[in-house]
């Protein structure tokens, strides 16, 4: 069998028509890509956005969260240092004072005519948030001055308290205060002397 040049012309036009069918199929898979690529940019966009409110409403959740907590220790802080021989004057929330640019707040001040309590509240106490107290401790007469005549001492609380930051407290000098069952108590033993910064 031998080919002739109408074969041969004929298979040249096949393999045109081959390579006409390749390219339609290559831009229809380019068309679909890009089709593809859109949505997925469109979902990443929506995603970006669903995931920035969830965050915001996390971040809401556990500032409500903490203040619960704050307006639990608040109260229990008038029983628990009086109990303490610590009498307690005022208790005040939230105590915010700028200077030189930086801000120390505290969650919860105890006073009363000789005495001055920083109390760090958290729904879960870390060693990290003991650590925080601690600066803010050694800063607190600079912000505060009007305190520099009264003994300054530190507590911790927190609802959860992580390994180990209840013990670092209390080697710190610190109270640590917890909830035991519906109420607020201090977990220090009577033994325990807190450090006056």
């Given amino acids: 069998m031998t080919t002739t040049a109408d ?3 004929k298979l040249l036009a096949e393999l045109v028509e081959a390579q006409k069918e390749t390219e ?3 831009q229809e898979t380019e068309q679909r890509f890009q089709e ?5 940019k469109e979902q990443s966009l929506k995603t970006d956005r669903q995931i920035t409110r969830l965050s915001q409403e996390i971040g809401n959740l556990g500032g409500k969260w903490g203040r619960f907590v704050e307006n639990m220790v608040a109260p229990a802080c008038e029983t628990l240092f009086l109990n303490r021989q610590i009498p307690v004057h005022q208790v005040s929330q939230r105590v915010r004072k700028r200077l030189d640019g930086k ?9 009363n005519e000789n005495h001055v309590l920083v109390v ?7 060693v990290d948030d003991v650590k925080e107290l601690i600066k803010n401790l050694t800063e607190f007469r600079q912000f505060f001055p009007e305190y520099n005549h009264k003994q300054l001492y530190g507590a911790v609380a927190g ?5 180990g930051a209840d013990k670092y407290a209390y080697r710190q000098g610190l109270f640590v205060l917890a909830q035991r069952g519906e109420n607020v108590a201090i977990l220090n033993d009577t033994d325990f ?4 910064w």
Avoid: A, G, H, Y
């Fill in 120 to 126: 760090e509240v958290k729904s879960s106490l870390s």
């Fill in 36 to 40: 593809t690529e859109r949505i997925l």
């Fill in 24 to 26: 339609r199929c290559f």
């Fill in 193 to 196: 002397q807190p450090k006056t």
């Fill in 7 to 9: 074969d041969v012309w």
């Fill in 103 to 111: 801000t120390l707040e505290i969650d919860v001040l105890v006073t």
């Fill in 159 to 163: 609802i959860e308290i992580e390994e």
